[in-house]
């Protein structure tokens, strides 16, 4: 009788272990998807105080450069195009990511732009109200910067664990997918040319 409890029981403490193991990587790896998620909203959160500052500034342009309409159009239109282009966290795909960093950097030219038009205007650049939204502005775009960097970060330390043995094997099992990265923009990789002539 014991050798019958025994070919039992050996079966039944392998499957409480088998299932407090899959649940313990199942419940690691769904807490660090929610951690992606987390640091893909507090990007989200820096671009949009980012597209929240652009009206002001824009308006505050407005008032001094008032033929400069085609740069100030751009902004407002690239502005548009980056608030209508969003990721589902769920689906961070290579892909998706590409055309939102497109559509970020298609604003940040146009910011640009608008930063240079500035140049030709000294009493804009005295205007006590354009240089507090350009410090902001400044603050957010080194905001941005950080959370990029912190969401890499975490969806670098997510990728790994769902991609090692044998957490890979459960992960395909459980649908958890790979995060795609913030890459550099293109031509980040050159330095400026710089000509004082």
Not at 7 to 36: C, H, K
Not at 68 to 94: D, K, Y
Not at 105 to 129: F, G, I, Q, T
Request: no cysteine.
């Amino acid at each position: 009788m014991s050798k019958k409890i025994l070919w039992i029981a050996i079966p039944v403490i392998l499957i409480i272990f088998l299932f407090v193991g899959m649940r313990g990587l199942y419940n690691n790896m769904v807490t660090q998807d929610e951690s992606v998620k987390k640091a893909w909203s507090d990007v989200e959160n820096q671009y949009q105080r980012r597209l929240d500052l652009i009206p002001n500034l824009v308006n505050t342009v407005k008032e001094y450069a008032t033929h400069e309409r085609e740069t100030l159009e751009g902004v407002v239109n690239a502005r548009a195009r980056a608030t209508q282009t969003t990721v589902n966290p769920e689906n961070l795909t290579e892909e998706s990511m590409r055309q939102f960093q497109q559509t970020q950097s298609e604003l940040s030219s146009a910011l640009s732009r608008l930063m240079v038009v500035v140049e030709r205007y000294p009493d804009l650049k005295a205007n006590e109200s354009f240089r507090v939204l350009q410090a902001q502005l400044e603050g957010t775009e080194n905001r941005i910067a950080v959370e990029r960097r912190r969401f890499n970060e975490v969806a670098q330390q997510y990728n790994t664990y769902i991609r090692s043995f044998p957490n890979t094997i459960f992960a395909g099992m459980f649908g958890f997918q790979p995060k795609a990265y913030f890459a550099a923009d293109a031509g980040a990789e050159r330095a400026p040319v710089v000509d004082f002539s």
